[in-house]
């Protein structure tokens, strides 16, 4: 007896040979030929969903809108910024360019009111603020306009 069969109390079922109800049934180089037939239709799909998202990827990707001062390391860059965006702590601070949206979120007891402000014009990068918050961060500009 097998040591698979010994441990298992069945024979042992591979791709190459397999038995069942003591019927021997031998795989044969047609099964092989199938199988990487559809391995093969598999690799393809994969191939075209892959290049799917690399031609969706390519449409989306936009170049650097700022110029490099000297490069430091393999991801490392210094940028050139106007010195006034830039702090003592060498954060960056960007201003609001534009109030898209508005709304009021009501909660149990309240109501708060919510603004969308985007950054900027060419991504149109946009997040939901608190309209107190923002007026009170010297964001007052955007509000006088409208």
Known sequence: MAPFEILYGRRCRTLICWFQDEVHLTVGPEMLQETKEKVELIREKL???QSRQKS???RRRRPLEFEI????GPVDYEPAL???LIRDDLSVEVQAAHIKDT????LRGKSIRLVKLVWDL???DATWKLEEKMREELYLYLFSKG
């Open 122 to 124: 060419a991504t149109r």
């Open 103 to 106: 709304r009021v979120k009501k």
């Open 47 to 49: 191939s075209v969903t």
């Open 56 to 58: 969706y990827g390519d």
């Open 69 to 72: 001062l000297h490069c430091r």
């Open 82 to 84: 106007p010195p006034q």
